[in-house]
C-alpha cells in the first residue's frame, strides 16, 4: 500500500492523510452510512457499472440522498491524479454532519463524500493464490440487512480479527441454522459432485460483485452453478470451496477449522475459475485500449 493514497474529500483533492471529519459525522456517530470498493487493474476501475449500482442501491436503502454521476467524475479525476496502476478505490459516503439526534436530519444536511485511490505494492492475497488459504467458523452475529454495504462492520471487524488470531485468511459466518453465509469480507463457494453451490442472494448476505462475475463465468465454462447454500456440517463432503471478493478475487480454501477440504489441494473447478477471472480481466482491458 502507497504510504499516502491521494483522496477526494468533500470535491477537494488532498492527501488522504489532512482529510478531516467532525465528531458529529453521522457515520463517526452511528454508522450510518455505506461504502463500496472498487479495484484498479492497469489503472482502470475493473466492473465500474455493477459496483456503482450496488453502490446506488445501498444509498437507496438506507435514504441518503447523493449525486452518484458527480462522485464518478471525482473517482475517475482523482484515479487519474493519483497515477495509480494496481490497487484499489474505497467511496463512502455518509449522511452528513449535523446535531445529534437518533432520527435522520430534517433537510440541507449535505452527505461527507470520500473517495481514495490505495495502491498496492504486492498482490494482497497473493501467497494464498495458487497454494489456498485457511478458514475458521464463527456465528454469524451481523444485523438483519447485510444486502446494503454498510459502514458498520463491527462484526465483520471481530470475525477477521478472529481469523487473525488463529492464522487464518478468512472468518465464515454460520447462521443459527448452520448454514454458511459468507466470510467476513468474501463471498463463499462450494463444489460438490461438479456443481457449484453458494448462497442464494438475500438480506443475509452482500451482494458480491465479484460472485455475480463468477455465476457468469461459471455458466461460459459450462459448469453448473446453483444457488443453493450448504451448512457447516457438510463441508466434509464437499469437494472444493473457495471465496470470491474484490480484493480476493477467486481463492481456494484448502482447510476449514482445522481439516482439509477434500484432499487439501485446491480443485479443478476453483482452478478453472481463476483462470477465467483472469482471462475477463485481460479481456475487460483489452476493450477499454
Ligand atoms: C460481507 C462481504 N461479503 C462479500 C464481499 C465480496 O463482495 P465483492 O465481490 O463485491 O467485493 C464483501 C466485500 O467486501 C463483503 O464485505
Not at 438506507?62 to 484515479?79: A, F, N, P
Not at 494464498?128 to 438483519?144: C, E, L
Amino acid at each position: 500500500m502507497s504510504d499516502d493514497p491521494l483522496a477526494n474529500w468533500n470535491g477537494v483533492v488532498m492527501p488522504l492523510s489532512e482529510a478531516r471529519v467532525s465528531v458529529l459525522d453521522r457515520g463517526f456517530l452511528f454508522g450510518d452510512g455505506v461504502y463500496e470498493v472498487l479495484r484498479i487493474y492497469s489503472g482502470q476501475p475493473f466492473l465500474e457499472a455493477e459496483h456503482l449500482d450496488r453502490f446506488r442501491r445501498s444509498l437507496d436503502k438506507i435514504s441518503i440522498d447523493c449525486d452518484v454521476q458527480r462522485l464518478i467524475g471525482r473517482m475517475r479525476e482523482t484515479l487519474s491524479h493519483s497515477g495509480v496502476q494496481e490497487g484499489l478505490i474505497y467511496i463512502q459516503v455518509t449522511r452528513g454532519t449535523a446535531p445529534r439526534t437518533h432520527r435522520f436530519p430534517t433537510g440541507g444536511t449535505a452527505p461527507n463524500e470520500l473517495i481514495y485511490i490505495e495502491g498496492f505494492t504486492e498482490e494482497p492475497y497473493g501467497m494464498f493464490r495458487d497454494s489456498g488459504g485457511t478458514a475458521i467458523t464463527v456465528p454469524d452475529m451481523r444485523w438483519k440487512r447485510c444486502d446494503i454495504k454498510s459502514v458498520n462492520l463491527l462484526a465483520n471487524c471481530m470475525a477477521a480479527q478472529q481469523a487473525a488470531e488463529a492464522g487464518c485468511v478468512e472468518a465464515l459466518l454460520i447462521d443459527e441454522n448452520g448454514i454458511v453465509n459468507e466470510g467476513s469480507h468474501t463471498s463463499v463457494f462450494g463444489v460438490r459432485d461438479g456443481a457449484i453451490l453458494t448462497s442464494p442472494l438475500s438480506p443475509a448476505i452482500l451482494p458480491g460483485i465479484t460472485r455475480g462475475l463468477v455465476t457468469k463465468l461459471a455458466d461460459s465454462c459450462g459448469i453448473p452453478l446453483r444457488e443453493q447454500s450448504f451448512t457447516v456440517s457438510e463441508i466434509v463432503e464437499l469437494d472444493e470451496l473457495f471465496l470470491t471478493g474484490t480484493t480476493a478475487e477467486v481463492l481456494p480454501l484448502v482447510r476449514v477449522d482445522g481439516t482439509s477440504v477434500n484432499d487439501g489441494l485446491p480443485g479443478p473447478v476453483t482452478r478453472q475459475l481463476q483462470q477465467a477471472y483472469q482471462d475477463f480481466v485481460a479481456e475487460s482491458l483489452s476493450q477499454t485500449r
